[in-house]
Structure formats: C-alpha cells, structure tokens
Nanobody
Framework: QVQLVESGGGLVQAGGSLRLSCAAS??????IKWYRQAPGKQRELVAG???????NYADSVKGRFTISTDNAQNTVYLQMNSLKPDDTAVYYC?????WGQGTQVTVSS
C-alpha cells in the first residue's frame, strides 16, 4: 500500500506563500487530492489532480492555489499564494483510502 508524507507547512503572514509537498512511496496512478481541516471544522477538499493532469479546486482557493505533480508522479505539490488567515488548517494528502499525517499551515493576520 502506498504511503504519503506531507511537508512544507509553517507559519506565514497574510499575503505570503507556501509550497506543500506530498511524497508517495511509489508512483501514483489515479487522482490524488489535498484536503484541509481547521479547528472545529470538517475536513474539506482543497484541490485534486488526476494522472492525466486534470485539476479541480475549491472555490475558496481558485486563483490562489495550484496543484501539480513531478514527472515521476510520486510527489504532488500544492503552491499556495496570497494566503489568508482562513487558510489556517492542517493540510492532508489523500490517495483513495490512504492519508498522510498532515502538515500544519498557520497564516497570521
């Protein structure tokens, strides 16, 4: 079973940028997604990308976040620009039933 490890989270001021990485233990065939969960809120889908390169985004992040993969398709990135305090959450990588451990993103106002 594939394993996922996220990295790249941290503390950033509003308007700043971060790039999250999700490293898979093997090549991914199929859709891989980023979710986030803020304190007291349900986990929500942020972005997804298919093996063919099709992407989708939550309305709240469209135009600010970009999901991409490396050529070997075993690392998925989430470039986050123009960050807002509302983006503060633990961000998780997901592939079917497999989840990473999450990486904390905190955006200060």
């Amino acid at each position: 079973q594939v394993q996922l490890v996220e990295s790249g989270g941290g503390l950033v001021q509003a308007g700043g940028s971060l790039r999250l990485s999700c490293a898979a233990s093997g090549r991914i065939f199929g859709a891989i997604k980023w979710y986030r969960q803020a304190p007291g809120k349900q986990r929500e889908l942020v972005a997804g990308i298919t093996t063919g390169g099709s992407t989708n985004y939550a309305d709240s992040v469209k135009g600010r976040f970009t999901i991409s993969t490396d050529n070997a398709q075993n690392t998925v990135y989430l470039q986050m620009n123009s960050l807002k305090p509302d983006d503060t959450a633990v961000y998780y990588c997901n592939f079917y039933t497999t989840w990473g451990q999450g990486t904390q993103v905190t955006v200060s106002s």
